[in-house]
């Protein structure tokens, strides 16, 4: 359902010291940056305005993934016997890869750490892009309801299909699942697992990502994840290296979480510019 309303294991004393590293204040955006957010800005909220949406995209499957390395195909042949899943089946080959990237990324970090994923709760992705891992979330969790949230919703994709209708085709299949178009920061629903893969922190991968940065308010976000998180719930997030692992932190304890455990992929199954790094957040 789509919807668019209005190997180091660390424990949690080890968790790094939080930068105190908070956006600068507007004026302090070099012009470059302020030209360019001004741009992206135009462009996002024409988008916004059209809405375009054709119809549902559902990816051409690739039905083989060839030309891996061998520890990656042992490793994507390991996670299909565990979980029964076959990405390549629904996907095209960087999708089908990406999902089974996060799918190691969750089977590593929860045993690294001695968790138990829990099942069949309510569970929300915070900044879920297209949602094109719903899959992935969903072969893991096998949530009640899986909710994947963005701000970004109609994007147009240069074969003429908008964000909206990638995520109609990526969630079409998946019982109690949907795309939610919104601010996170407007949304009020409860959850007992929230879920953020590569939040914004800092400013730079905003404009990377062709987003206004009047759109980046991480204090808000991460406050309103702390709200909505179940009193019991468990906060994952995943961030892109240890410093915006740190800067992340920062921001979760400046809302009133606190640190259960990280974890540092020691070899991603696709290659990263710097090394994922999980963590376990709860009241
Ligand atoms: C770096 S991208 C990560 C996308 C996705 N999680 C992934 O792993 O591919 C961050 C995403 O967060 C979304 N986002 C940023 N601020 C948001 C907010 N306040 N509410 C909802 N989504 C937000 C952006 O539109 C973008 O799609």
């Known amino acids: 359902m789509v919807t668019t309303p209005s190997t180091a294991c660390q424990s ?9 590293d908070l ?4 004026h302090r955006y070099s012009l470059r940056q302020r030209c360019l957010s ?8 024409l988008s916004e305005r059209i809405r375009w949406s054709r119809a549902p995209h559902h990816e051409t499957p690739i039905d083989r993934l060839s030309g891996l390395a061998s520890w990656q195909a042992t490793r994507i042949d390991a996670l299909r016997a565990r979980y029964g899943v076959g990405f390549e089946s629904h996907y095209g080959r960087p999708t089908a890869l990406a999902n089974y990237a996060y799918l190691d ?3 590593r970090a929860w045993t690294a ?14 900044g879920c892009a297209n949602f094109w891992y719903a899959r992935t979330l969903h072969t893991f969790f096998r949530p ?25 085709g990526y969630v079409a299949d998946l019982p109690h699942t949907s795309f939610v178009v919104a601010d996170y920061c407007e949304v009020n629903e409860q959850a007992d697992l929230m879920t953020a893969w590569f939040p914004f922190v800092t400013p730079a991968p905003v404009l990377a990502w062709r987003l206004p940065l009047a759109l980046f308010s991480p204090e808000r976000l991460f406050a309103r994840i702390a709200r909505n998180l179940a009193s019991n719930g ?20 400046q809302a009133g979480l606190r640190p259960q455990d990280q974890w540092i992929h020691p070899r991603p199954l696709r ?13």
Not at 23 to 26: E, I, K, S, T
């Open 234 to 253: 468990t906060f994952f997030m995943v961030n892109q290296g240890t410093d915006e692992a740190a800067i992340a932190a920062g921001y979760c304890r």
């Open 105 to 107: 990324l969750l089977d």
């Open 144 to 168: 009640a309801t899986l909710t994947g949230v963005d701000l970004e919703g109609f994007r147009l994709y240069p074969t003429g299909y908008s964000r909206y209708d990638a995520a109609a």
């Open 271 to 283: 290659e990263r510019p710097h090394p994922p790094v999980a963590s376990w957040w709860s009241h």
């Open 113 to 126: 750490v001695n968790r138990q994923p829990p099942q069949g709760g309510i569970v929300t992705d915070v």
């Open 23 to 26: 956006p600068p204040p507007n």
């Open 12 to 20: 949690a004393r080890e968790l790094p010291a939080p930068i105190p």
């Open 38 to 45: 001004l741009y992206h800005e135009v462009w996002y909220r």
